[in-house]
């Protein structure tokens, strides 16, 4: 059953939260990272990026070191404030047709490890070390893993009901988003979401496997360095915001092939003939709208690709995902792309907006060819972390995306 705990949040001062507050550091392109580092003395991203100050770059534990002292400082300058209570926070998220609300909190890192917090992606180890050192450093977590839990009554009702009180603080952000949060302390509250939490049987993550799996890690790492661990420590905790499994959105990423294998576009249509019913539809735009229907955009036309199912066998839940179906009918076997995560000849692409800039890419001779895909369901995801499987890389792409900063765990203060 899934163990969450409150915790001390280091937040924003309140006139300050929307300056502070972020988007992920890899989201801003260079010109934008600049500009708010110039003209935002506030931005949390001043604190992950020490080196502007210096006017130089700056890597490795010197840039770990550097950010933990960015982060004392805006600590000593009050625009960042520790709550002097342990405390569940209420975060909804509202944009366009996006609107969730759930909890940040502290989830257990022995639940990770106990597939109580399930994955559905691999992590990559050297990543996972150097999250894990740069978290032992710089002694805080700034951005919560997303985590989904089925849909609850009981828990939407506390939620609802909270969620008539004032706000902590309540903002727009340019991409209009609008971001609200509130605090739960009240111990009769807090115990009731815990014993609600206490009777799920599985948390599953949505974004953030790499910080999921890099804070299990520095727990293992802690364990071990500390004679006296008694389990309360900070370390063993995940910073988490858990939202109900129906409010996420799921969408697709694309697929982009630089080069044919050797092939003519004639050959390699007559090697998909063996596993897809193909149909031209010229230049007309097409996106498939089925789950194992693909479509494809070749030599300035698009294809709808249908699998014939007597020619592919469905074994277990990998097997029956889109992503897993053209790897094994098309990029492995006639492409020989075999390494998704890093052959350089395949690309990948936000479904949302992707689709012309795809053809755009193709059209321009950048790519050969292009593969477009329905979104996965939150049923297929949890299919696969149920059976302990992984899928392939670029699989989905997850909103809500968090804001950094909004709330902070310290890893230097004890969760009860």
Same mark, same amino acid.
């Given at each position: 059953?899934?163990?969450i ?7 924003? $001062?309140?006139?300050?939260? #929307?300056?502070? $507050? ?6 801003y ?7 708010? !580092? ?15 100050r210096?006017? /130089? ?12 002292? /960015? ?10 404030l ?15 047709? !996006?609107n ?25 180890? =050297? /990543?996972?070390?150097?999250? $894990? ?19 609850? @009554?009981? %828990?939407?009702?506390?939620?609802? #009901? ?55 890690? +520095? ?10 661990h008694?389990?309360k ?6 910073? #988490? ?8 959105? %799921?969408?697709?990423?694309?697929r ?25 539809? *010229?230049?007309? +735009? ?5 789950? =194992? ?17 007597? /020619? ?17 009918t ?15 000849r ?15 890419? %193709?059209?321009?001779?950048?790519? $050969?060819v292009?593969? *477009?895909?329905?979104? +996965? ?12 499987? @992984? ?9 809500p995306?968090?804001?950094?900063? +909004?709330?902070?765990?310290?890893? *230097?203060?004890?969760?009860?």
């Open positions: 059953m899934a163990v705990k409150p915790f001390k949040a280091i937040r924003p $001062a309140k006139d300050k939260v #929307s300056f502070v $507050a972020s988007r992920s550091y890899e989201e392109s260079k010109k934008e990272l600049d500009c708010v !580092l110039n003209y935002n003395p506030f931005s949390f991203l001043h604190i992950i990026n020490p080196g502007n210096l006017n /130089r770059k700056v890597s490795g534990k010197e840039r770990f070191k550097l950010i933990h002292n /960015r982060y004392l400082e805006f600590l000593e300058d009050k625009i960042l520790k709550d002097n209570e342990e405390s569940f926070y209420i975060y909804k998220i509202e944009k366009d047709n !996006l969730c609300c759930g909890i940040i909190c502290a989830t257990s890192t022995e639940d990770y490890r106990n597939s109580v917090i399930k994955k559905h992606e691999n992590t990559l180890e =050297h /990543r996972e070390k150097l999250f $894990a050192n740069y978290l032992q450093l710089v002694q805080f977590k700034a951005e919560p893993v997303l985590m989904i839990y089925p849909d609850i @009554v009981e %828990i939407s009702m506390i939620i609802n #009901s909270e969620i008539k009180n004032n706000p902590q603080c309540h903002f727009t952000t340019p991409d209009k988003t609008t971001h609200t949060l509130w605090k739960i302390s009240g111990k009769s509250t807090s115990t009731r979401l815990q014993n609600e939490f206490g009777k799920v049987n599985s948390l599953y993550i949505a974004d953030g496997h790499h910080r999921s799996a890099s804070s299990n890690l +520095l727990s293992l790492m802690s364990q071990k360095k500390n004679p006296g008694t389990g420590e900070p370390y063993n905790f995940i910073m #988490s915001y858990l939202i109900p499994e129906s409010e996420i959105r %799921i969408f697709e990423f694309n982009m092939v630089r080069d044919l294998n050797g092939l003519t576009a004639e050959e390699f249509l007559v090697k998909l003939d063996k596993f897809f019913r193909i149909t031209n539809h *010229g230049d007309q +735009l097409y996106r498939p709208s089925k789950k =194992h229907h693909f479509s494809m955009y070749l030599n300035g036309l698009f294809y709808s690709l249908y699998l014939r199912k007597s /020619r592919y066998e469905f074994t277990d839940a990998l097997s029956k995902l889109d992503t897993q179906i053209l790897y094994k098309i990029l492995e076997p006639i492409l020989q792309i075999n390494d998704l995560r890093n052959d350089k395949i690309q990948y692409g936000y479904g949302k907006r992707n689709v012309l800039k795809m053809k755009d890419e %193709i059209d321009r001779g950048n790519f $050969a292009g593969f *477009g895909l329905v979104p +996965l369901d939150v049923e297929e995801i949890k299919a696969i972390a149920d059976a302990g499987l @992984v899928m392939p890389p670029k699989s989905t792409y997850i909103e995306k968090l804001r950094s900063a +909004l709330a902070i765990y310290d890893l *230097g203060s004890s969760v009860s």
